[in-house]
């Protein structure tokens, strides 16, 4: 399996929100096109490790292809009041749910 392959498994299982190769370039920050050179090479160093930052897994798990328990993977420090889609075990959460988490949220914090 080459290193393409790899990425474009992780990515599968973990945005599978992002419908093109070009999305999932722009969103973690690589040029146009790179995701292809990768079929018969392997990203620098710095490269993966921003790889393995985006979808908040290691660098071994992106280097072996597979995706290590979601159990203590890290929680992006996003604003719940933001626009965006949110998801929660592999499923995009409803704008009803999301709601939901913003009122429990504020009544926690007064």
């Known amino acids: 399996m080459n290193f393409e392959e790899k990425l474009i498994a992780i990515w599968s299982a973990k945005r599978p929100d992002i419908k093109s190769g070009r999305e999932l370039e722009r969103a973690i920050g690589l040029s ?8 018969t090479s392997n990203p620098s160093q710095k490269t993966m490790q921003k790889i393995a930052d985006f979808f908040h897994i290691s660098v071994d798990s992106l280097l072996s292809g597979r995706i290590e328990s979601t159990a203590n993977q890290p ?25 939901f988490i913003r009122e429990t949220l504020k009544r926690i914090q007064k």
């Open 32 to 39: 146009n096109g790179q995701i292809s050179k990768w079929r």
């Open 75 to 99: 929680v992006s420090n996003t604003d719940l009041a933001s626009e965006g889609v949110f998801f929660y075990e592999g499923r995009e959460i409803s704008e009803d749910t999301m709601n």
